[in-house]
């Protein structure tokens, strides 16, 4: 098959290449553009292991062709942190809550939580776990990672992060 | 998974997206959010060797109000479906359904148009679609048809769709204001196909039911439309015997698989208790 050029902004660096037009997303960011950061799970549009940011939406990437993405912005976990290593609110809220185990989940977690939060700062518990209803963890038992995303929306909201009582 | 080859095209216009479809004939498929064909291309169940991506053509998104309707464009996504203050004052049905259909990333990009032009018995908007006698503008290189969605689906995956067309917009009839409403979905887990869903509008006038119908998801090789049971509501109060007249008779009609979500007779079962609880659901929501 023949290729075709695509051209898309990857954590605000412009990103150009010739692909197959069958060419996964998830496949692109990790093979061609170098980000692993975005993990493949289940490879059947469930786990969310593979969850970026497109224009603005959250997606699995492992059920989007690279093609559909052309001329979009994407974002994906190595474009949270500033560029002097400032680790981004949810990065943080995960650390101090100790919102990860093996760590597999969280890329999608992180940029699920992301763009939740854009669209609404200030999540119930209800919304924050139905936010998130689409990425699975098979460590946490999703206690920590709803703390630790309340955490972040507390940090970005500039307000004392409170826990909830038990 | 990788799906096998394909070439890609992004028509900017139906017109330009029809004729591909005509000149490339079978070989090709309308590429609409990709949730339902990338998966079955990924695991080779589909390879088509065309993809028309629908993303760039003008005019399929979008919502808006004519006289007596509702149109729908066909690339209208969950997402803008659930966050829509129109449809939540005229149709708040689309919103609760839109709201149980996958996760929140596949109501992102997945579409109205893609879920009822699928043809899988588990979508759940087909059924949504024939309780509110929606009617499906399809449009191919011959000109424009509208079918009535209680028309559209005759088998697994078939449909009155025509390989060269396109579905451009779903026309959706206002129910009366003050309507009750309720779409009721038994699921094993967020993300996943009805074990059994229905669909439920009525109107309800001094105490009495004046107007019902009812749709059923995921009991049939097609989406259902329950004209009996709804009848079995009309001019009745929506009292305990009303309401179970109305499941017997939503039962009667189903013909669902033993599969992974349960034995055959379970799921006509769970049918039957579906209707109860969008019945009774709708009713608590109608204004007399
Ligand atoms: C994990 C997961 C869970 C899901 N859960 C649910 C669920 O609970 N309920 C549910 O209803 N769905 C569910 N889905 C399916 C999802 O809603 C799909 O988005 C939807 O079925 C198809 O819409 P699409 O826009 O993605 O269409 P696509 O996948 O792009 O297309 C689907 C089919 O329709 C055709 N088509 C699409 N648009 C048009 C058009 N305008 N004209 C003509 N033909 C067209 C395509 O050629 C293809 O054959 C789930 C999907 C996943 C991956
Ligand atoms: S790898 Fe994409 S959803 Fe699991
Ligand atoms: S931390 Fe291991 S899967 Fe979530």
């Known amino acids: 098959m023949s290729r075709v050029p695509v051209k898309m902004t990857i954590n605000g660096r412009a990103v150009e290449a010739l692909i197959e037009p069958r060419t996964l997303l998830i496949h692109f960011l990790r093979e061609q553009a170098g980000l692993t950061g975005a993990h493949i799970g289940c490879d059947t549009s469930h786990c969310g292991a593979c969850t970026v940011d497109l224009n603005a939406m959250s997606v699995k990437s492992c059920t989007v062709f690279a093609i559909q993405a052309n001329g979009a912005e994407i974002v994906t976990i190595e474009g949270m942190a500033a560029a002097d290593g400032t680790l981004h609110a949810l990065q943080d809220g995960f650390r101090q809550m100790h919102g990860l185990q093996c760590g597999y989940c969280t890329p999608g977690m992180i940029m699920r939580a992301h763009s939740l939060l854009k669209e609404n700062p200030n999540p119930s518990e209800d919304e924050i776990r139905i936010g998130i209803s689409g990425n699975l963890c098979r460590c946490t038992g999703y206690q920590n990672i709803v703390k630790s995303i309340q955490y972040a929306a507390a940090k970005i909201n500039g307000v004392p992060y409170q826990e909830a009582a038990e | 998974m990788i799906p096998s080859g394909f070439e890609y095209h992004r028509p900017n216009s139906v017109q330009e997206a029809v004729a591909l479809l005509a000149q490339l004939g079978e070989e090709a498929r309308p590429l609409a ?177 004046t107007m019902a119908s009812i749709g059923l998801t995921n009991v049939a090789d097609t989406p259902l439309w329950a004209e009996a049971a709804a009848q079995a509501l009309i001019g009745t109060g929506l009292d305990h015997a009303a309401i179970a007249n109305a499941a017997a008779a939503a039962e009667t009609i189903t013909d669902p698989a033993a599969d992974g979500r349960g034995p055959a007779e379970y799921r006509t079962k769970m049918a039957g208790m579906m209707v109860r609880r969008a019945i009774a659901r709708a009713k608590s929501r109608a204004q007399n």
Do not use: W
């Open chain 2, 33 to 209: 959010g990709g949730h339902s064909l990338i998966p079955v291309m990924k695991t080779r169940l589909s390879a088509p060797e065309h993809l028309i991506d629908l993303a760039g053509v003008s005019g399929l998104k979008g919502i808006r109000q004519e006289p007596g309707h509702i149109v729908i464009g066909a690339m209208t996504t969950q997402y803008e479906i659930s966050g829509s203050p129109l449809l939540a004052e005229t149709l708040p049905i689309l919103r609760e359904t839109s709201l149980q259909i996958g996760d929140p990333q596949i109501r992102y990009l997945g579409t109205l148009g893609g879920n009822v032009a699928n043809g899988d018995p588990g979508n759940d908007m087909p059924a949504v679609m024939m309780c509110l006698d929606a009617e499906y503008q399809l449009v191919g290189q011959s000109g424009q048809r509208g079918v009535r969605a209680r028309d559209f689906y005759l088998g697994a995956y078939d449909t009155a769709r025509q390989n060269g067309e396109i579905l451009t917009e779903i026309r959706i009839p206002v129910p009366p204001r003050g309507h009750g409403y309720a779409y009721e979905k038994l699921k094993r887990k967020v993300g996943d196909y009805a074990v059994a869903a229905a669909a439920v509008i009525l109107t309800m006038t001094n105490g009495k039911c």
